[in-house]
């Protein structure tokens, strides 16, 4: 599966003119928004948005089936996370996790 061109423009339009040092780049088989090289966002390629937050903060924001842990090779991914296209139809609910997951980019080390 493709990931959502729309929302990807969703994303770009959430991101805003603020934040000037993001780059896209396709990964895990969708488009992934990285702020100082570190990935925030992600349109991803599965449907929905992958969204990289702190890992202690991971089980606060689980919100089955809506949002979930990633899984990648089998293994649940602590901070990182999936939330369903459902989840983010709306605009404001889509800024608070682009919020997010550019607020955690933004506390690692630029790459």
Not at 51 to 67: F, I, M, Q, S, W
Not at 70 to 89: E, F, I, Q, S
């Amino acid at each position: 599966m493709a990931y959502d061109e729309k929302l990807a423009e969703r994303i770009r339009d959430a991101l805003g003119p603020a934040v000037v040092d993001v780059v896209e780049k396709k990964m895990f088989g969708g488009l992934a928004f990285l702020v100082g090289g570190n990935m925030a966002v992600a349109a991803s390629g599965k449907g929905g948005l992958l969204v990289r937050v702190d890992p202690e903060h991971t089980d606060e924001l689980l919100r089955p089936p809506a949002v979930e842990t990633m899984v990648m090779g089998g293994r649940d991914m602590r901070g990182w996370l999936r939330v369903t296209a459902d989840t983010v139809a709306d605009d404001a609910t889509l800024d608070e996790w682009v919020d997010r997951g550019v607020a955690f980019a933004r506390t690692l080390p630029p790459k």
